[in-house]
C-alpha cells in the first residue's frame, strides 16, 4: 500500500545509478509502493526498474545461476554429508518458501506476544507461540547454517574471514532483507510496535530501524518453524533453501576479487609481475609482533606480514599485509592483497609497465638478431671464393 504519511520511508535506501550507463546521467529516482519497484529516470528519457535490494542498470546475479557458481561441499569426517540443492526448483527470482505443515507453528513466525489474546506485560504466564520463542532457536539454527555452509564449501579461508563472511550472511539487516522479499512486512501481528512507532495511528515506518529488528526476528522464528515442523528433515529443507537464497551474497563476496582466497604461490606471482631489473625489489616484513594464540589453538602463533615495494619512482611503498599460520603463509596472504586489494592499481601499473619494457627489450633483440643476419650475409657475399684443384 502507499505510504499514509509523508514521513513514512520505503524499504532500503534509493539503489545508485551505474557510472557507466549507456543512458547517460540518472536525473530521478521513484519508489512505487504497489509495484515495490524502484525507477531510475536517465536524460534521455529512458527508465529502469527493480525491487528493493537490486542494483539497477546491472545484470544481477540470480540464485539459480549463484547456486552452480558456488564451491562444491567438501567431504569432512566431522559433518554430516551435505546433499545437493533438490527440494525446491530455483526460479530467477526467489528460492520458493519452505510451507510450514504444522498448524500450530504456521501464523506463530509473524505473531509477537502482545498481539495474543489475554496478553499482560507484567504477567509471566505462558501464551500462545510466538515469534519471540522461534526467534530463540532461529537465531541458533541460522548461526549454525552459515557456519556449516562456510565450513564445507570454504574451507580454504582463514577462520577469520569465514566468520566475517557469516557476520554477512546472518546480520540482521540482510535476514530483514529476505523477510521483506518475501512479504513479511504485510503478515507481522505486533500490536505494540504499530502504536509505538507511529504515536497511536496506522502502518509501522517501513524504514524504522525498529521494525527492521522486528523482521530480522520473524525470518529467524519463520526458520525455526520450518525446521521443527518437517521433523528429520527439517534441518535439511532449511538448509538446502537458505543455501540457495545466500548463494548471491556469496558468490558476490567471493568472486571477482581472489582476495578471500589463499594462493601458495603468491608471492612468486607477484615477483614474476613486478621485478624486472637490480633496482626493483619487494620487501616482506612483519607489521606487528607475532601472537600465540589460546584456548583450543594454544600453541600456534599468528604472523603478521606486509609486503613493500621499492622501484618504479617508489620506495617502500606499502602493497598489501596478510596474516597467517607462519610467515611464509602470511607472506602469500600479503601478495594476495597486494594483487587483488587496495595495492592493485599499484601493481597493475607498474606491471604494465614491466610489460611495456620488456616488450621494447625483445622487439630490440629482434632487431639486433635480424641486423646480424644480413650483416653475416654481407659478409658470406663478400667474402672471395677460390677454386679448388692444383695449380
Not at 57 to 67: M, Q, R, S, T
Not at 114 to 124: G, H, K, Q, V
Not at 237 to 261: C, F, H, Q
Request: charged share 25%; net charge neutral.
Amino acid at each position: 500500500m502507499p505510504p499514509t504519511t509523508a514521513t513514512e520511508l520505503p524499504p532500503f535506501s534509493p539503489p545508485q545509478p551505474p557510472a557507466d550507463s549507456a543512458h547517460g546521467e540518472a536525473v530521478a529516482v521513484s519508489y512505487n509502493y504497489s509495484t515495490r519497484q524502484w525507477t531510475l529516470t536517465y536524460q534521455s528519457g529512458a527508465t529502469v526498474s527493480g525491487p528493493p535490494g537490486t542494483r539497477l542498470g546491472k545484470p544481477i546475479l540470480n540464485h539459480e545461476d549463484a547456486i552452480a557458481k558456488l564451491p562444491s561441499p567438501t567431504p569432512t569426517t566431522t559433518l554430516p554429508p551435505v546433499s545437493a540443492y533438490t527440494p525446491f526448483t530455483v526460479p530467477a527470482g526467489l528460492p520458493s518458501l519452505p510451507s510450514i505443515v504444522d498448524l500450530d507453528l504456521a501464523t506463530a513466525p509473524f505473531r509477537h506476544k502482545s498481539a495474543t489474546a489475554n496478553y499482560n506485560r507484567s504477567s509471566s504466564a505462558p501464551t500462545a507461540v510466538t515469534y519471540e520463542k522461534l526467534e530463540f532457536l532461529g537465531d541458533a539454527q541460522i548461526e549454525h547454517l552459515a557456519s556449516r555452509l562456510l565450513y564445507t564449501r570454504f574451507p580454504h579461508l582463514l577462520a577469520g574471514q569465514q566468520s566475517q563472511l557469516r557476520e554477512l550472511l546472518v546480520k540482521n539487516e540482510t535476514l530483514a532483507e529476505y523477510a521483506r522479499a518475501y512479504g513479511f512486512e504485510g503478515k507481522v501481528q505486533v500490536a505494540e510496535l504499530a502504536t509505538s512507532m507511529n504515536g497511536g495511528g496506522g502502518h509501522e515506518k517501513k524504514g524504522n530501524k525498529g521494525f527492521n529488528k522486528v523482521l530480522g526476528d520473524v525470518f529467524e522464528a519463520y526458520v525455526a518453524a520450518v525446521i521443527l515442523s518437517h521433523g528429520d528433515e527439517g534441518f535439511a529443507i532449511a538448509e538446502k533453501w537458505m543455501t540457495s537464497l545466500w548463494a548471491p551474497k556469496l558468490v558476490e563476496a567471493t568472486s571477482g576479487r581472489d582476495s578471500n582466497i589463499y594462493d601458495p604461490t603468491a608471492k612468486a606471482t607477484l615477483q614474476k609481475l613486478l621485478l624486472g631489473s637490480k633496482d626493483t625489489r619487494l620487501d616482506y616484513t612483519p607489521y606487528k609482533k607475532s601472537v600465540e594464540l589460546k584456548g583450543d589453538r594454544l600453541g600456534q602463533n599468528r604472523h603478521f606480514i606486509a609486503v613493500y615495494l621499492t622501484g618504479y619512482g617508489y620506495d617502500r611503498r606499502l602493497l598489501g599485509k596478510g596474516e597467517g599460520r607462519n610467515k611464509v603463509e602470511a607472506g602469500n596472504w600479503a601478495a594476495v592483497d597486494a594483487m587483488f586489494g587496495e595495492g592493485t592499481d599499484v601493481v597493475e601499473e607498474c606491471a604494465g609497465r614491466l610489460r611495456v619494457a620488456r616488450e621494447a627489450r625483445q622487439r630490440e633483440k629482434e632487431k639486433e638478431g635480424e641486423e646480424q643476419g644480413e650483416a653475416a650475409k654481407a659478409t658470406v657475399a663478400a667474402t672471395p671464393t677460390h677454386a679448388s684443384g692444383n695449380d
